[in-house]
């Protein structure tokens, strides 16, 4: 089996937190559970949320195989039994102690060194410089555009200041304040399915009177995917790659136009084919869809985050799918992390140990020398994300 | 590896069936056969059914995986070879001195004890209280609403009393004749993408309206949708689980509208979210979607059954799979079996042995300690069909 | 393990090609590379394809998984290290020696006794005596509908002889041409949604007389849908399968109607279940839907190219995955090979390996017997293939 352990890790995908202190049981699995629904959905749904249904949607958290992993990997780390009590016990005290040196030895262990994250989340906007000064690695911040639209709707524009707003706006972000990246996630409001010829300034104009006049009639769809289009545009010209959110995200996604299949249309347009895009989470459990496009479209990449640590011991298969039709050199780690630093932790112990095991297989079944896999592995942990974000 | 072989088996989801007495083997094999076709379905399509094409539908009956596997299970049951006339001999030897006693034998060796089983088909229905009077287990009527449907449309009554007789049969099966849930198929007749919208009464009216003038103009589907609705909230009401058939079926299910996809925006709708959900078969091939929805929704489980056993060795990829995203708590073991005793009893055999290997790999991998391991597959098995079904 | 590597191969889906003499490393990878785009590609884009860029391009094709074990098995063909450069110089000088003597040799060692090759690609049409001289294998053209589709629109003629010309060219290929089958690529086209409604010619005199005219509305999607239909009828005529292209393609297949499901419709209705149809490339990344097809309509089948090689490791997977339903005797072996012979090559080589696997692991779970195995492992490398082309 390869041993991957001493390799450094760019996670590319996941967004920034603050330090919260010492949390307990309750709040740290509210915190880190990927879905699992909350007090709110319910009640919203008329259920009245006695004990007994307050119990029974903390044990829905709890019983996922990637919950069982990262307690199982923290206990490691801090050498105790893997119950949820004795882990925090721990945790908080490590983390009253100093918490920048907590997440210093965590992510030294598991070789994290940057973190490639999505400022658009959580809102309102953490600063970029208090995140760093928390963090004990290098932070590269990702522009998202959907809070800038947020933005510019309630600003009552006439169109072409407000087309004028949103490309300054990123061009601002992008030149002087140390964004290194776009990203969307359409795919959680009018979905995927973006025709090309989205991209003419009147498709912007027209969508944009017709919210105004309240008229309806897909407006808002028609808006989104002009500015999806201008951002790309804008990622060409400053030479930046987009990420683009595919497949699985919380209860709120567009979950049948969220297959990266609907981009294909776009994304071969001549006009865009110059620019850099991540297939954000590969598109899992589409992933197949993702690592077809990484094939044959030149420009187009894998992010394997999220499903990587949130579907637990998918991780290989994920890795190991993605790999079957994507360049060894389009596919970059990522975690989706976010509230807490143990999530970015366990995704890449958990990362590591697949990505071991399904070079190893690639090895054995004489798909690859062992010297060709070791490269691959430098290059999915953090070559190729380095190279895609120039980040030397 | 897991021995599971001692545990006890719900099995959440099957049909009713009566002794048949001694089948011969073409008999077996239509019977027990998941696809393969007919000899109407040629006729027709315009084939004469000569003697070779007879032969050619018997042989892509017996060349699955699944049909070779059950013939290995009954085997080793009997202690005899893996050929059918073999198992055959034996099987109607069984049949022919005790029914009841073989069924007790074979369900007892798998650890079978229970069937939640859905009377909707066979059709014309089976008598609950005949089925239990042979069969030597646990009998759980489920209450499907497509017969109901079809028997109210041939009524000819206005709408107020369609809706009104709906309601009062669905209540009457759920309070007084031992129906424990409801189910639909509806993604065998206009498919999963239901509008939330559909709730409204007024929307049945219309429909069933335009179905009685001829309109056409998808009034057959409004009115499915309505009544589909309109039984989650019975469901609600009446505090049981509702199945929803999704993925893979006979060769007239709608094939494009069957993934669990299309339901996400039904079930996030508040209005339902009290609901617990089965999402039947998991919607193999599909069921990275349904295991996602397990995950983000609360109270959406994944029953297994269907691919386990008519999809062969996929048992344990779609147990591994379906575990990546579905909480422990939420995954639940069936079969899809019918006609004959056996394809359950293969079923659970071949459920066993595979979640055995699944459950293996998690412990080896690092995902969970031998005793959640075991712990799960006690839930999977029957803990978790128990509490959905309030059986104790 | 199984050892196959003794039995005849047939290979189900390939292209012609003819001796293109020695080639150079990065001809032989833009020949051989299943994706990974062009400098025409970026060009269009408006990307000035610059020294680096070029290198880009190159090193996307050389990354992945697929062309590394073509490297391999070449290497060791040639008992050389497995460098593109060493490979090729090897390669290239037994080609000049003597290009067949060379593929005889290629395909003696893999097993590969029959190409069933679609004639319709590259174009203009190779010769099919020329392609016969060159290759020392059995060559079984396969008729392609689109170019006649194209050449008949050219034409410019009344619907009344462009249906018979258009009936006539595919009877006179089959009846007197030597060729074997009929292959379509809708699914580069208009996609695979194709009303069986679509059978009757008035949709073709109509949607004819709407591109004429420029009328637009989908007039080119209903000429293709009736002459898709037609050709249907025509192999029932001829007795002759139908082979139709599922799943993943180059960058220019419709991506969202590829999938084999939208198929369903069609291949039921009754007028077409006589039929034989191959779903080529078993619709990958979409092959369960692929095996759940030729599970439940009777005359349907798997044609496992395309993923067998360019999916590189996939082979496995795939082999696994659509045995969980297709039937074993409707599972045909394949590579969709093209340009050059050691695609074809390599697909064996990987396939036979990927199929042994698959087959022990299917032993060992106790699914099959060893004998089983064995009539498995020869049906779907040339059985299956040979019985469906009448070829004995």
């Known amino acids: 089996m390869l041993d991957l352990t001493q390799l450094p890790v760019v996670d590319v995908h996941c967004h920034p937190f603050l330090n919260r202190g010492p949390v307990d ?5 509210d915190l880190t559970a990927f879905g699992g629904g909350s007090r709110q959905y319910l009640e919203e749904g008329g259920v009245a949320v006695t004990d007994a249904v307050h ?19 923290l206990a490691a780390f801090f050498g105790c039994a893997p119950d949820l009590d004795t882990v925090l016990a721990h945790r908080n005290r490590a983390v009253e102690e100093d918490y920048t040196s907590y997440v210093r030895r965590l992510y030294a262990e598991a070789g994290l060194t940057t973190l490639v994250a999505d400022f658009g989340f959580p809102l309102p906007m ?16 990702i522009f998202r555009i959907e809070p800038l639209i947020v933005d510019l709707l309630a600003m009552d524009l006439p169109w072409a200041e407000f087309r004028q707003r949103y490309d300054d706006t ?13 990203k969307s996630i359409i795919a959680y409001r009018t979905g995927l399915d973006i025709s090309p010829l989205s ?33 790309l545009e804008l990622c060409i010209e400053y030479d930046v790659p ?13 979950l049948v136009y969220c297959r990266p299949a609907y981009l294909m249309e776009l994304l071969r347009f001549p006009a865009y084919r110059a620019c850099r895009v991540l297939l954000v989470h590969t598109g899992y459990p589409y992933h197949g869809e993702a690592a077809y496009m990484a094939n044959v479209l030149p420009r187009v990449y894998c992010d ?18 993605v790999l079957e039709m994507a360049p060894i050199s389009k596919v970059v780690y990522g975690s989706d992390g976010y509230a807490l630093p143990e999530i970015n932790y366990t995704s890449a112990k958990l990362g590591k140990q697949a990505l071991g095991q ?13 010297a060709e896999a070791q490269e691959a592995a430098g290059l999915i942990l953090s070559g190729n994300a380095r190279e895609l974000y120039q980040l030397d």
């Open 199 to 231: 991209r003419t300034p009147d498709q912007g104009y027209q969508a944009l009177d017709a919210i105004r006049r309240g008229l309806g009639g897909g407006s808002m769809k028609k808006l989104r995917d002009h500015l999806l289009c201008r951002a």
């Open 25 to 29: 049981a309750e709040q740290f699995t």
């Open 170 to 182: 990123i061009a601002d972000a992008l030149q002087h304040k140390g964004y290194k990246g776009v």
């Open 242 to 254: 987009m990420q683009i959110h595919t497949g699985m995200g919380d209860f709120e996604v567009n």
């Open 358 to 370: 399904v070079l190893s297989d690639l090895v054995t079944d004489n798909m690859l020398s062992e």
């Open 304 to 321: 394997v985050s999220e499903g990587i640590p949130f579907a637990g011991h998918a991780a290989r298969r994920i890795l190991s799918e």
């Open 55 to 73: 119990a029974e949607l903390q044990r829905v958290k709890r019983y996922t195989l990637y919950f069982r992993r990262m307690l199982r990997d």
């Open 126 to 141: 953490l600063d970029i410089e208090a995140v760093r000064a928390e963090l004990p690695v290098e932070v590269v911040p």
